[in-house]
Protein backbone atom coordinates (compact mmCIF):
# COMPACT_ATOMS: atom_id res chain seq x y z
CA UNK A 1 0.00 0.00 0.00
CA UNK A 2 1.41 3.33 -0.78
CA UNK A 3 0.63 7.15 0.70
CA UNK A 4 1.17 9.90 -0.97
CA UNK A 5 1.88 12.73 1.59
CA UNK A 6 1.77 16.51 0.54
CA UNK A 7 4.88 18.40 2.00
CA UNK A 8 4.01 22.08 1.41
CA UNK A 9 0.42 23.11 0.81
CA UNK A 10 1.41 24.17 -2.92
CA UNK A 11 2.68 21.09 -4.09
CA UNK A 12 -0.01 19.09 -5.70
CA UNK A 13 -0.16 15.30 -4.52
CA UNK A 14 -0.04 12.65 -7.08
CA UNK A 15 -0.96 8.84 -7.40
CA UNK A 16 -0.06 6.42 -9.74
CA UNK A 17 -3.13 6.36 -12.31
CA UNK A 18 -4.59 2.42 -12.03
CA UNK A 19 -7.23 1.22 -14.94
CA UNK A 20 -11.02 1.42 -12.95
CA UNK A 21 -12.31 -2.02 -11.83
CA UNK A 22 -15.40 -3.77 -13.58
CA UNK A 23 -17.59 -2.38 -10.80
CA UNK A 24 -16.35 1.55 -11.31
CA UNK A 25 -16.09 1.57 -14.78
CA UNK A 26 -19.54 0.07 -15.74
CA UNK A 27 -21.35 2.19 -12.68
CA UNK A 28 -19.67 5.31 -14.83
CA UNK A 29 -20.68 3.53 -18.13
CA UNK A 30 -23.95 2.99 -16.95
CA UNK A 31 -24.51 6.36 -15.74
CA UNK A 32 -23.23 7.98 -18.58
CA UNK A 33 -24.67 5.82 -21.80
CA UNK A 34 -27.57 3.73 -20.28
CA UNK A 35 -30.31 5.58 -21.60
CA UNK A 36 -29.08 5.77 -25.16
CA UNK A 37 -27.85 2.40 -25.20
CA UNK A 38 -32.06 1.90 -24.41
CA UNK A 39 -33.33 3.97 -27.12
CA UNK A 40 -30.94 2.30 -29.51
CA UNK A 41 -32.69 -0.98 -28.32
CA UNK A 42 -35.89 0.71 -28.37
CA UNK A 43 -35.37 1.38 -31.95
CA UNK A 44 -34.63 -2.28 -33.10
CA UNK A 45 -36.96 -3.90 -30.63
CA UNK A 46 -39.91 -1.70 -30.50
CA UNK A 47 -40.79 -2.44 -26.97
CA UNK A 48 -39.35 -0.15 -23.93
CA UNK A 49 -39.57 -2.90 -21.42
CA UNK A 50 -37.57 -5.34 -23.75
CA UNK A 51 -35.31 -2.55 -24.95
CA UNK A 52 -34.32 -2.29 -20.93
CA UNK A 53 -33.99 -5.82 -20.33
CA UNK A 54 -31.63 -6.29 -23.28
CA UNK A 55 -29.68 -2.98 -22.51
CA UNK A 56 -29.03 -4.69 -18.92
CA UNK A 57 -28.50 -7.95 -19.88
CA UNK A 58 -25.54 -6.61 -21.89
CA UNK A 59 -23.98 -4.48 -18.98
CA UNK A 60 -23.94 -7.49 -16.91
CA UNK A 61 -22.32 -9.86 -19.47
CA UNK A 62 -19.58 -7.09 -19.93
CA UNK A 63 -19.45 -6.56 -16.55
CA UNK A 64 -18.67 -10.51 -15.78
CA UNK A 65 -16.07 -10.04 -18.73
CA UNK A 66 -14.67 -6.99 -17.42
CA UNK A 67 -11.24 -8.59 -16.88
CA UNK A 68 -11.17 -10.12 -20.21
CA UNK A 69 -11.36 -6.57 -22.17
CA UNK A 70 -8.02 -6.55 -24.31
CA UNK A 71 -9.14 -2.60 -24.56
CA UNK A 72 -11.29 -1.01 -21.75
CA UNK A 73 -11.30 2.52 -23.89
CA UNK A 74 -13.58 0.33 -26.19
CA UNK A 75 -16.08 -0.68 -23.76
CA UNK A 76 -19.16 1.59 -24.85
CA UNK A 77 -18.68 -0.42 -28.16
CA UNK A 78 -18.39 -3.20 -26.66
CA UNK A 79 -21.46 -2.66 -25.25
CA UNK A 80 -23.12 -0.53 -28.31
CA UNK A 81 -22.50 -4.14 -30.27
CA UNK A 82 -23.89 -6.50 -27.51
CA UNK A 83 -27.29 -4.13 -27.63
CA UNK A 84 -27.64 -4.62 -30.98
CA UNK A 85 -26.53 -8.59 -31.08
CA UNK A 86 -29.01 -8.99 -28.27
CA UNK A 87 -31.89 -6.94 -29.76
CA UNK A 88 -31.01 -9.28 -32.96
CA UNK A 89 -32.14 -12.34 -30.73
CA UNK A 90 -35.04 -10.80 -29.10
CA UNK A 91 -36.71 -10.11 -32.81
CA UNK A 92 -35.63 -13.66 -33.94
CA UNK A 93 -37.29 -15.09 -30.59
CA UNK A 94 -40.61 -12.82 -31.54
CA UNK A 95 -40.51 -14.51 -34.83
CA UNK A 96 -40.47 -17.78 -33.40
CA UNK A 97 -43.49 -17.10 -31.34
CA UNK A 98 -45.53 -14.92 -34.15
CA UNK A 99 -45.28 -18.42 -36.32
CA UNK A 100 -47.58 -19.78 -33.33
CA UNK A 101 -49.60 -16.73 -32.68
CA UNK A 102 -50.85 -16.15 -36.06
CA UNK A 103 -54.21 -14.95 -34.39
CA UNK A 104 -52.72 -11.57 -32.90
CA UNK A 105 -50.76 -10.55 -35.95
CA UNK A 106 -53.17 -8.12 -37.15
CA UNK A 107 -54.93 -7.13 -34.09
CA UNK A 108 -56.66 -3.80 -34.64
CA UNK A 109 -56.52 -1.93 -38.08
CA UNK A 110 -55.50 1.62 -37.75
CA UNK A 111 -58.02 4.39 -36.93
CA UNK A 112 -57.46 7.87 -38.63
CA UNK A 113 -55.79 10.35 -35.75
CA UNK A 114 -57.66 13.23 -34.19
CA UNK A 115 -57.20 16.66 -34.62
CA UNK A 116 -55.00 16.82 -31.81
CA UNK A 117 -51.84 17.11 -32.83
CA UNK A 118 -49.99 15.01 -30.05
CA UNK A 119 -52.56 12.08 -32.25
CA UNK A 120 -51.01 13.44 -35.39
CA UNK A 121 -47.60 13.40 -33.77
CA UNK A 122 -47.99 9.21 -32.43
CA UNK A 123 -49.43 8.17 -35.59
CA UNK A 124 -46.45 9.16 -37.49
CA UNK A 125 -43.92 8.24 -35.20
CA UNK A 126 -46.11 4.78 -35.61
CA UNK A 127 -45.67 5.03 -39.18
CA UNK A 128 -42.21 5.45 -39.31
CA UNK A 129 -41.30 2.86 -36.86
CA UNK A 130 -43.55 0.24 -38.99
CA UNK A 131 -41.68 1.80 -41.72
CA UNK A 132 -38.39 0.91 -40.42
CA UNK A 133 -38.90 -1.89 -38.83
CA UNK A 134 -39.64 -3.40 -42.35
CA UNK A 135 -36.23 -2.40 -43.53
CA UNK A 136 -33.71 -5.54 -43.83
CA UNK A 137 -32.16 -5.79 -40.47
CA UNK A 138 -28.67 -4.21 -41.37
CA UNK A 139 -30.72 -1.27 -42.79
CA UNK A 140 -32.76 -0.57 -39.64
CA UNK A 141 -29.50 -0.92 -37.85
CA UNK A 142 -27.25 1.51 -39.52
CA UNK A 143 -30.45 3.94 -39.83
CA UNK A 144 -31.20 3.81 -36.19
CA UNK A 145 -27.31 4.28 -35.17
CA UNK A 146 -26.49 7.07 -38.00
CA UNK A 147 -29.83 8.89 -36.75
CA UNK A 148 -30.90 8.27 -33.39
CA UNK A 149 -27.42 7.61 -32.12
CA UNK A 150 -25.77 9.93 -34.07
CA UNK A 151 -22.71 7.74 -34.36
CA UNK A 152 -20.26 8.51 -37.56
CA UNK A 153 -19.69 6.04 -40.24
CA UNK A 154 -16.64 4.83 -38.66
CA UNK A 155 -18.25 3.91 -35.28
CA UNK A 156 -21.00 2.63 -36.87
CA UNK A 157 -18.83 0.23 -38.96
CA UNK A 158 -17.32 -0.87 -35.89
CA UNK A 159 -20.27 -1.66 -33.97
CA UNK A 160 -22.00 -3.60 -36.27
CA UNK A 161 -18.32 -5.41 -37.73
CA UNK A 162 -18.80 -3.98 -41.45
CA UNK A 163 -17.09 -1.44 -43.53
CA UNK A 164 -17.53 1.92 -43.73
CA UNK A 165 -18.01 1.61 -47.74
CA UNK A 166 -21.10 -1.29 -46.23
CA UNK A 167 -22.36 1.53 -44.16
CA UNK A 168 -22.77 4.07 -46.50
CA UNK A 169 -24.78 1.80 -48.85
CA UNK A 170 -26.90 0.53 -46.16
CA UNK A 171 -27.86 3.99 -44.75
CA UNK A 172 -28.56 5.17 -48.71
CA UNK A 173 -30.73 2.27 -49.20
CA UNK A 174 -32.40 2.16 -46.12
CA UNK A 175 -33.38 5.82 -46.58
CA UNK A 176 -34.37 5.76 -50.22
CA UNK A 177 -36.50 2.83 -49.07
CA UNK A 178 -38.15 4.85 -45.97
CA UNK A 179 -38.98 7.90 -48.30
CA UNK A 180 -40.86 5.36 -50.48
CA UNK A 181 -42.97 3.68 -48.03
CA UNK A 182 -43.26 6.91 -45.77
CA UNK A 183 -43.79 9.42 -48.90
CA UNK A 184 -47.67 9.03 -48.84
CA UNK A 185 -48.15 8.40 -45.51
CA UNK A 186 -46.98 11.39 -44.00
CA UNK A 187 -48.12 13.71 -47.14
CA UNK A 188 -51.56 12.52 -46.10
CA UNK A 189 -51.25 13.61 -42.64
CA UNK A 190 -50.19 16.84 -43.56
Do not use: C
Request: charged letters at 25%; aromatic letters at 4%; a positive charge.
Amino acid sequence: MTHAWATTATRPVTTPARPLDADSAVEQLYAAHWRSLVRLSVLLVRDVGTAEEVVQDAFVAMHGRWHTLREPDKALAYLRQAVVNRSRSVLRHRKVVDRHIASEKHAAPRTTPGADQATIDHERRAAVLDALSRLPRRQREVLALRYYLDLSEAQIAETLGISRGAVKSHASRGATALRHQLGEVLEDQS
